[in-house]
């Protein structure tokens, strides 16, 4: 199911809305790529693409931490560093198979999907409040 970019995911800050517009869009992509044409390099490139723009916004949204001195920047590091660690065992799981299975796209829906919706709504909201003050 693809993610929609409404209020509930608005933080307030400009530079993180922006980047959380391109990152869902690209996860959009992942989810989409899976379910149509269900073809390994297409899940690939996507994963990819997914996973060049996910170093660039989280290394952006550290910086900006720790510009501001936000005192949970280590917290939020460790939940950066276990999605990027969830994203690669997808990344091997996909190599493994012939193509994105079942069993690939229900951790794609849990480990990316919710997984960001949630970090979003829960810890990025608490990083642009602090920052935007
Ligand atoms: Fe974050």
């Not at 996507?46 to 060049?52: E, G, I, N, P, V």
């Not at 996909?94 to 829906?109: I, K």
């Given at each position: 199911m693809s993610i929609v970019f409404d209020k509930d995911l608005e933080t307030g800050n400009e530079l993180i809305d922006g980047q959380h517009k391109e990152l869902i869009d690209r996860v959009n992509r992942l989810v989409e790529s899976c379910t149509s044409g269900k073809e390994k390099n297409v899940a690939v490139q996507?994963?990819?693409?997914?996973?060049?723009y996910t170093e660039l916004h989280f290394a952006a949204e550290e910086k900006l931490q720790e510009e501001a001195g936000y005192p949970e920047l280590e917290g939020h590091k460790a939940q950066h560093a276990q999605f990027k660690k969830a994203v690669d065992e997808l990344r091997e799981m996909?190599?493994?198979?012939?193509?994105?299975?079942?069993?690939?796209?229900?951790?794609?829906?849990k480990n990316i999907s919710d997984w960001l919706v949630n970090h979003i709504k829960q810890s990025d909201k608490k990083v642009?409040?602090?920052?935007n003050k």
């Open positions: 996507t994963l990819d693409f997914l996973m060049d996909l190599e493994e198979e012939e193509g994105p299975t079942d069993a690939f796209v229900a951790a794609v829906n642009a409040a602090f920052v």
